[in-house]
């Protein structure tokens, strides 16, 4: 069950990717909610979890991408990383 809500938590973060690839309008508040989820998440690394690593650095890129228009690759990047761990999650 944990699983699927961690995965659950991949699939909003990579959809908030997508939608700052594509240009849709963003609710700061859900990316926030997106960059808390996936940092707290991230925290697995101190227990030996190298894949919670890249949570980390997508929490910050979201963050970033708050101030900053990234360039698309560093968006593209996690957003497919993030939604082939969701949906593995659910398989």
């Given at each position: ?44 690394i ?37 939604l ?8």
């Amino acid at each position: 069950m944990i699983v699927k809500i961690l995965g659950g938590i991949d699939l909003a973060s990579a959809l908030a990717f997508l939608m700052l690839i594509f240009g849709i309008n963003v609710f700061t508040q859900f990316i926030l909610f997106c960059a808390g989820l996936l940092f707290l998440k991230g925290m697995f690394i101190l227990q030996g979890n190298i894949l919670s690593g890249f949570d980390l650095v997508a929490s910050v890129l979201l963050v970033l991408s708050i101030f900053f228009a990234l360039p698309s690759i560093l968006l593209w990047i996690p957003a497919f990383f993030l939604l082939a761990k969701g949906l593995v999650s659910f398989v």
